[in-house]
């Protein structure tokens, strides 16, 4: 206690907000840009969506990403929700393999940006804005464009990806 009769908060060890954190489910996205004429990729699964008006996106990359330096202010980005059978998709752009494209169909957005193909859904934007945030930054993504297919997401939990298995229903009181 303090002084003041407060509590002093002791910080959270790495591995307890690790563990804590892997009970949240989330989706897996490649992130991409263009580096000149090379296309950028790396797998996040830190995305949401901040506001509908403007529409607006955050992506929360580590710092020690090796391709952070692609995704500077204004750039053009896309952001590919995986589908549920491309684990192998999101291995690959989370691996240190140089060429993270070769054998990825993909096409390009208005920006020039890589929209995998068979994502669930892709995002094309801007990066409006970068904060920091610990060991990671947060891109804020103004958006320009947004496209759904009919196919469910591949899921992150526990440190592990998931398929779907069963949709609950919402029971009425």
């Not at 580096?35 to 529409?55: K, N």
């Not at 980005?77 to 752009?93: G, S, T």
């Not at 669930?120 to 930054?137: F, M, N, P």
């Not at 320009?144 to 440190?159: H, W």
Request: with cysteine.
């Amino acid at each position: 206690m303090t002084s003041a009769g407060t509590r002093v908060q002791q910080p959270v060890d790495a591995r307890s907000m690790r563990n804590a954190m892997g009970a949240f489910p989330s989706g897996v996205t490649v992130v991409t840009t263009r580096l000149g004429d090379r296309p950028i990729g790396m797998t996040i699964s830190s995305f949401a969506s901040v506001s509908i008006d403007p529409p607006l996106l955050l992506l929360c990359v580590a710092r020690s990403a090796g391709s952070l330096p692609a995704f500077r202010m204004q750039s053009s980005v896309a952001i590919n929700v995986l589908a549920h059978h491309q684990a192998d998709v999101a291995r690959r752009f989370a691996s240190k393999v140089e060429d993270r494209f070769d054998g990825v169909q993909f096409d390009t957005d208005d920006g020039g940006c890589p929209v995998l193909a068979g994502a669930a859904a892709s995002v094309s934007g801007l990066v409006d804005r970068i904060y920091d945030a610990g060991d990671h930054v947060i891109l804020l993504v103004r958006v320009c464009a947004a496209r759904r297919r009919g196919i469910l997401p591949l899921l992150y939990y526990s440190g592990r990806m998931h398929d779907w298995a069963d949709t609950v229903d919402s029971v009425a009181s």
